[in-house]
Nanobody, 120 residues
Framework: QVQLVESGGGSVQTGGSLRLSCTAS????????MAWFRQAPGKERERVAS???????TYADFVKGRFTISRDNAAKTMYLQMNSLKPEDTSRYYC??????????????WGQGTQVTVSS
């Protein structure tokens, strides 16, 4: 059974930083595509960043240069380092696993999410 558990959310001021973690069980962090998504109330869910089985990373334009996705295979954990946070980054952030090595539009496994709030 796959379980993805996020942590690291919280409240910060504009310009601050947070690091989100997603610890996986029953899922290969080292070889499977994983991604971070976010969804704010009343808004569509949007993909923030992804990392595939080869370690290739992609980012949404609105976080490029500010966020970094990474993983620690031994710890079975994926991270999202978020710097220079803006109020518009306020959202609930979700960890997702695709169940395949390469990334695509559909994800099979989801965590419960962690809230990030950025105040001005």
């Amino acid at each position: 059974q796959v379980q993805l558990v996020e942590s690291g959310g919280g409240s910060v001021q504009t310009g601050g930083s947070l690091r989100l973690s997603c610890t996986a069980s029953g899922y290969s962090v080292s070889s499977g595509c994983m991604a971070w998504f976010r969804q704010a109330p009343g808004k569509e869910r949007e993909r923030v960043a992804s990392i595939d089985g080869l370690g290739y990373t992609t980012y949404a334009d609105f976080v490029k240069g500010r966020f970094t996705i990474s993983r620690d295979n031994a710890a079975k954990t994926m991270y999202l380092q978020m710097n220079s946070l803006k109020p518009e980054d306020t959202s609930r952030y979700y960890c997702a696993g695709r169940g395949r090595s390469w990334c695509g539009p559909d994800y099979t496994y989801w965590g419960q999410g962690t809230q990030v709030t950025v105040s001005s």
